[in-house]
């Protein structure tokens, strides 16, 4: 099992900034893949930034966050953060944490994370 923990959320004005981070615990060594997601009110849960967390390559982001949001890793703390400039109205959403592991076909999820940018 696989124990997934967000924090860092919060309410910010637009242009600001936020750092989450995500700490992965307990049977990890099958995950690969760590990466964000986010669900706004009545929309469905979408992809943000995802990486290899083997590698530290193979990044991908959505094209609405590419340039402003960074994803990186620091695999001694088994944590995986989610860096998010020049914040916009529009990326008012509940956050969650995933690992993902390849070679079981499995995912993690974190409780999720309230982040709130106000105009």
């Known amino acids: 099992q696989v124990h997934v923990v967000e924090s860092g959320g919060g309410l910010v004005q637009a242009g600001g900034s936020l750092r989450l981070s995500c700490a992965a615990s307990?049977?990890?060594?099958?995950?690969?893949?760590m990466g964000w997601f986010r669900q706004a009110p009545g929309k469905q849960r979408v992809l943000v930034a995802a990486?290899?967390?083997?590698?530290?390559?193979?990044?991908n982001y959505a094209d609405s966050v590419k340039g402003r949001f960074t994803i990186s890793r620091d695999n001694a703390k088994n944590t995986v953060y989610l860096q998010m400039n020049s914040l916009k109205p529009e990326d008012t959403a509940v956050y969650y944490c995933?690992?993902?592991?390849?070679?079981?076909?499995?995912?993690?999820w974190g409780q999720g994370t309230q982040v709130s940018v106000s105009s």
């Open positions: 307990g049977s990890i060594f099958s995950i690969d893949v």
């Open positions: 995933n690992a993902h592991s390849s070679q079981y076909g499995l995912d993690y």
């Open positions: 990486m290899s967390i083997t590698t530290g390559g193979s990044i």
